[in-house]
């Protein structure tokens, strides 16, 4: 027999795995809008990609328990910020802060935190730009705010970020601390590169900005 109180709980769970699903989905949908109008403004993509995941419930429980807070709904409610995370890959260092601007304006949407581990890098090395953000969602009875946590970085900190995550999960590698060493030394190569991309879309479209420019005294109207 399994006790009410257990499957009562379940369902609770259940259900706020439910709402936070719900609230990616908002937010998900708020920067396929902005991809979409940036796109057509620029002619290009800012956002190459949007990954999302509900935090399971053994690493809900894990958190929980390591910042010792209850393990209840309502304390997951109150204590945990990342329970919703949506992954935002840009191409370009100054598309993220667009989009995160961007987002940040718009009048639904509280930022409760930001964190900026790309002007303040990790000791390891890792970049990255985090918000947290309030979103009302709009459910059968009612409506509520919903906590999302956002991480915006480039398609190159993201692949740093996967290596290094690998990493962690196999915390008893030989050489470990050699191969933080040398991952740490790609991450500057690699914000280094970030960089260096940027300036040379940016003489690019300067390129092109003056090309259009001659074509008009050429041809005006
Ligand atoms: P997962 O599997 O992505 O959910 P905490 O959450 O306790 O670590 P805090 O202050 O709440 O600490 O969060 P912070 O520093 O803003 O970072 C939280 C998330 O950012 C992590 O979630 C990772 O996704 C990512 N992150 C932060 N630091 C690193 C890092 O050094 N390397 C990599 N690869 N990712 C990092 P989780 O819950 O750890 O993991």
């Given amino acids: 027999e399994i006790p009410e109180s257990f499957l009562n ?39 190459q990609m949007i990954k999302s995941r509900v935090k399971k419930p053994e690493s809900i ?40 601007e961007m987002l940040a304006r718009q009048d639904d949407i509280n930022v409760l935190m930001v964190k900026d581990y790309i002007r303040c890098p990790k000791v390891n090395g890792y970049r990255s730009y985090h918000m947290i953000i309030e979103v009302p969602v709009f459910f059968s009875d ?20 996967s290596l290094d995550h690998q990493m962690k999960y196999k915390k008893d590698v030989e050489d470990a601390s050699e191969i933080s060493e040398e991952l740490k030394e790609c991450a500057e190569v690699i914000a280094q590169t970030d960089l260096k991309m940027l ?4 003489k690019i479209e300067d390129r092109e900005s003056k090309e259009n420019l001659l074509q008009f005294d050429k041809d005006p109207m």
């Fill in 61 to 100: 429980i894990e958190k929980l328990h390591r910042r010792g807070f209850p393990i209840s709904v309502k304390s997951v409610r109150e204590n945990l910020y990342d329970v919703a995370g949506i992954r935002v890959i840009c191409s370009f260092v100054d598309d993220i802060y667009t989009v995160a």
């Fill in 199 to 202: 300036s040379l879309r940016r």
């Fill in 9 to 47: 709980e379940a369902r609770q769970f259940r259900e706020l795995n439910m709402r936070y699903t719900c609230a990616i989905r908002e937010v998900k949908t708020k920067l396929e809008v902005l991809n979409d109008d940036l796109a057509i403004r620029n002619q290009r993509n800012p956002i």
């Fill in 142 to 161: 009612r409506k509520e705010n919903m906590r999302v946590e956002v991480q915006i970085r480039t398609i190159a900190m993201d692949f740093w970020a």
